[in-house]
């Protein structure tokens, strides 16, 4: 079991987001292993929370993928199969560049104004937590004016199947996407939709890659 210490949680205002994202960050680091059976009452008095967030942080992992729920043994972390990772990846960077395409001509002056502001927080933040949910609303926000359901429908599939965590894992990822997300706004902002599309695949395509080169370094 981790360090009480390094779980505290403090700001009661993101309990329920930060409960969830300190066990995701955990089973991505590999501080909870294949196999490893979670426990509600260790995990609550580590982080000195109830039980109510936990529960609910081991509904949503479930859903990602990252977890188990058993009858009679509780939550079990699951492997990561890099080969999964390839391919939500690989999936990601296609469908949205069509879904990008897709939405770009039809972004308001507000969407772009939001999406200016969401740039300026994330190159200003220094709260990784704070910087993904960031990220996350400017990649939602991109594809917003995107008319195509099932292509919606595909994406948040994938969104759910491997959440957008990797500034917790990869040394320098904060930076570099703020370099990408600043150029993909430009293109944007110059309704530039195929270059637009083309940068935001290459962003995922190339998160993705050090994703699966750290998951490997790391033997998982």
């Not at 729920?69 to 990561?80: F, N, Q, R």
Request: proline share 2%.
């Amino acid at each position: 079991m981790m360090e009480k210490n390094g779980l505290m949680i403090e700001n009661r205002d993101t309990l329920h987001l930060r409960v969830c994202n300190l066990i995701r960050q955990a089973i991505l680091k590999g501080d909870f292993k294949p196999g490893e059976r979670l426990k509600q009452a260790d995990l609550a008095d580590a982080m000195g929370v109830s039980r109510m967030p936990i529960r609910e942080a081991f509904q949503k992992l479930e859903a990602e993928g990252l977890i188990k729920l058993e009858p009679h043994k509780g939550a079990v972390v699951k492997s990561i199969h890099v080969g999964d990772i390839e391919e939500i990846y690989a999936l990601r960077a296609e469908l949205e560049k069509m879904a990008v395409y897709q939405s770009i001509e039809h972004l308001t002056d507000e969407d772009i104004k939001q999406l200016t502001v969401l740039v300026e927080q994330m190159e200003l933040s220094e709260d990784v937590d704070e910087f993904i949910n960031y990220n996350i609303e400017f990649h939602r926000l991109l594809i917003k004016r995107c008319t195509w359901e099932r292509l919606n429908s595909f994406i948040s599939t994938l969104w759910n199947g491997l959440p957008q965590q990797t500034p917790h894992i990869l040394h320098g990822q904060k930076d570099t996407s703020n370099i990408e997300h600043r150029s993909i706004l430009n293109a944007v902002m110059n309704k530039d939709k195929e270059t637009a599309a083309n940068l935001v695949s290459n962003h995922i395509s190339r998160t993705g890659n050090m994703l699966v080169k750290s998951l490997k370094n790391e033997g998982k």
